[in-house]
């Protein structure tokens, strides 16, 4: 007893007890009768209790537990104390594992249990396990198994049973048939080790494995060096509940495969890939910034510490922890990231005992203070009475209503775009032309004082809110666009992403002359949808537009409308995504070979294997290295003749890279053509002309009395 109560600066003690700790703050304290809430905490006064525990001084438990660390320097235990009563909870950083033992010294308990455990090991054959549900007895049976040489697939399709949720194959042989076993006998696993099996993991064997665990949340693939990115493919498709991968020790993944998977994998949250080598500062960077955007713990040794990227969710939790009561924490409640609409949400509250959160931007039920919630506390939904009806997410492209788009997107170009679209036959023609309460907004947008423009208005005979943006007018602006549109992007956007810095400036210029008058038509307006739209620069603040009153002014996506005429790319892979959530009726209209759809361009150079860079299909779009990347259905016409009203001569794109569809305008038999300069001049005309206008000049011939305009300006 001495001993244990002088232990504080003996090692091998605060070892010991650090293990004792591990067992029960992972998986064991359930066993050992310790209540355990939502968020895997333990009350600190249970847990001294125990009688594992007993011996050692309270004052030496909590040193432990404070600063015991792992061989990478990560602390292993984290305290929270509750701000009303002072109680204390204690949980493990790394949530639930499997250990190689529960630790009960060398007691009675230990001995007894050993000797059971050896007796059924060696008459396996006489026992029936199909209802046995202890995953840590049947773990060290298959180590016992392992141990005497008797483990085999017969013994392992004895021991097996359709109610484990945990298994770990770490050292044991296994064979292809194995697997099968594995897969067919336990579709529930939900937390599975097969670290050191790179003799048997290949990409084939681990797919043919993971078909049958669609449950799977943990998995352990450590030293598994024959798998390549196929498997995590493999991984994100067939697993789509996997939060915590190790990959330590797998280097044949390529980059690029990785940056996809960070992207892509919906529910992960833990990545270790401590070891890797990246070939460049430029993947590591990004793959960082992947993470910390998408609230993933990356593990890497060039990574800050994990509890560095985890601290911000620990402030953030703060405040909702001055609110929970005592009962809030006694009693178990459903987590908030398991409710899927907002009402439930709403109306449900976090282990905490505070209200969860539904955030509409990526749609999500999300608990206070969460890391990965993309929405700011003024966008989040906590009154069930605030929620709009669900979306089908099912919309088609109305050729009608992007005739008129492309009418209206032309009239932005006029000084007064009502008497211009009011003798403009092509919007009668499309069922629009007399326009109303129309509110202007002009705004200087660059360092050359270029000006950007829009206007909002109505449509009374389509029962149609307008909101368009001009596009590019004279040389100099184009030169500067283009220029700050060399860059990566580099403007944070409140959707998430970034966007390129001339439509992120030009937008906050402008938007505040329209935002309000565009809400005021829509409640006053209430039976009225909204038309957001724009021609090539003007498409691009019009995506802006639509995404900012999506997120931030919660119109719904049944009232909202996006159509766009040869838009550039407007930021990057993040926000595309983060867009297309939030406006699902979006389509971008492409006319043949127009040039400026491609631009920003969207991955020019790639690294290859030996670190040199080396110019790859300027059009070819992976949208994973940050760089511009399209939002939004691509609607493709090949031919000027396809664009005449009625013709429906369109395509719908949506192959593969998504809204980067490489058969429709990122075809190479498209956009090769531009480059030669005999061409050039064709590319450029074709990003003039939609639908037989040419957007930047029609206004000039209509009959709009009082106007006038400078012919030296080229307007694309």
């Not at 909590?62 to 509750?82: L, W």
């Amino acid at each position: 007893m001495k001993d244990k109560l002088r232990g504080q600066l003996d090692p091998i003690v605060r070892k010991r007890i650090g293990k004792i700790l591990a067992y029960l703050l992972r998986y064991g304290a359930a066993k050992e009768g310790l209540a355990v809430n939502d968020g895997d905490f333990v009350d600190l006064d249970e847990l001294l209790e125990c009688s594992l525990l007993k011996g050692y001084a309270q004052e030496l438990l909590k040193s432990v537990i404070t600063e015991d660390v792992s061989f990478r320097g990560v602390k292993r235990f984290e305290i929270k104390q509750d701000a009303l009563n002072g109680q204390q909870f204690v949980r493990a950083t790394f949530g639930r594992r499997l250990e190689e033992k529960p630790f009960h010294d060398n007691s009675r308990v230990k001995k007894l249990g050993e000797i059971c455990l050896d007796a059924i090991a060696m008459n396996i054959k006489q026992y029936d396990f199909s209802d046995f549900n202890d995953d840590y007895l049947i773990s060290q049976l298959i180590q016992r198994l392992r141990s005497k040489k008797m483990l085999n697939n017969q013994t392992l399709d004895c021991i097996l049973s359709s109610s484990l949720e945990i298994l770990d194959l770490e050292g044991c042989y296994l064979t292809p048939k194995s697997l099968a076993i594995v897969r067919t006998r336990c579709p529930g696993l939900r937390i599975l080790n097969l670290r050191r099996h790179g003799y048997l993991m290949t990409d084939s064997n681990l797919r043919s494995l993971l078909q049958g665990l669609p449950q799977l949340e943990t998995l352990n693939l450590t030293c598994c060096h024959n798998l390549t990115g196929r498997s995590l493919e493999s991984i994100r498709t067939v697993c789509p509940h996997l939060r915590h991968l190790n990959l330590f020790g797998v280097p044949r993944i390529s980059d690029e495969a990785l940056l996809q998977f960070l992207c892509l994998a919906e529910s992960l949250s833990y990545l270790d890939i401590f070891d890797r080598k990246f070939e460049s500062s430029l993947y590591l960077e990004t793959a960082t910034e992947t993470a910390r955007q998408r609230g993933i713990v990356l593990l890497h040794r060039d990574v800050k510490d994990p509890e560095e990227m985890l601290r911000p969710l620990i402030l953030a939790l703060l405040p909702a922890l001055l609110l929970a009561s005592s009962a809030g924490r006694a009693g178990r409640r459903e987590s908030c990231s398991s409710h899927t609409d907002c009402a439930k949400c709403a109306t449900s509250q976090s282990w905490l005992g505070t209200s969860c959160r539904w955030c509409p931007i990526d749609l999500a039920c999300h608990e206070p203070g969460s890391l990965v919630n993309k929405c700011s506390s003024s966008q989040e939904v906590v009154d069930p009475g605030k929620c709009h009806e669900p979306d089908n997410g099912h919309y088609e492209f109305d050729a009608r209503l992007s005739e008129l788009a492309a009418a209206i997107s032309g009239a932005a170009y006029a000084p007064e775009p009502a008497p211009c679209l009011a003798n403009f036959p092509p919007a009668a023609q499309a069922g629009g032309g007399r326009l109303v309460d129309v509110v202007k907004g002009v705004a200087a947008c660059d360092m050359l004082h270029d000006e950007c423009s829009g206007f909002v208005g109505r449509l009374p005979d389509r029962k149609l809110i307008v909101l368009a943006f001009r596009g590019t007018t004279g040389s100099s602006q184009l030169l500067v666009e283009g220029l700050m549109g060399l860059a990566m992007p580099k403007e944070a956007f409140p959707i998430g992403g970034k966007v390129q810095a001339y439509f992120s400036n030009g937008f906050k210029a402008l938007w505040p002359q329209l935002h309000e008058p565009t809400l005021a038509l829509m409640r006053a307006n209430p039976d009225h949808s909204l038309l957001v739209t724009g021609h090539s620069l003007g498409g691009a603040m019009a995506a802006l537009a639509a995404a900012s009153l999506a997120a931030i002014d919660g119109v719904t996506p049944g009232r909202l409308a996006f159509y766009s005429l040869g838009e550039p790319r407007v930021g990057d892979y993040f926000f595309a995504r983060a867009f297309d959530r939030l406006v699902p009726n979006s389509w971008r209209v492409v006319h043949g070979n127009d040039l400026i759809v491609h631009l920003p361009i969207c991955s020019p150079v790639m690294l290859s294997s030996r670190g040199v860079s080396r110019l790859v299909a300027p059009f070819s779009c992976s949208g994973h290295l940050g760089f511009p990347y399209h939002h939004g259905t691509e609607v493709f016409f090949a031919r000027t003749a396809d664009m005449l009203p009625g013709s429906g001569g369109h395509r719908i794109c949506t192959g593969t890279p998504i809204n980067e569809d490489s058969s429709c305008a990122n075809s190479s038999d498209n956009w090769r053509s531009c480059l030669s300069p005999s061409n050039l001049m064709a590319c450029v005309e074709a990003h003039k002309n939609y639908y037989g206008i040419h957007l930047g000049g029609w206004w000039k011939e209509n009959q709009c009395t009082g106007l006038s305009f400078n012919n030296d300006n080229t307007r694309l």
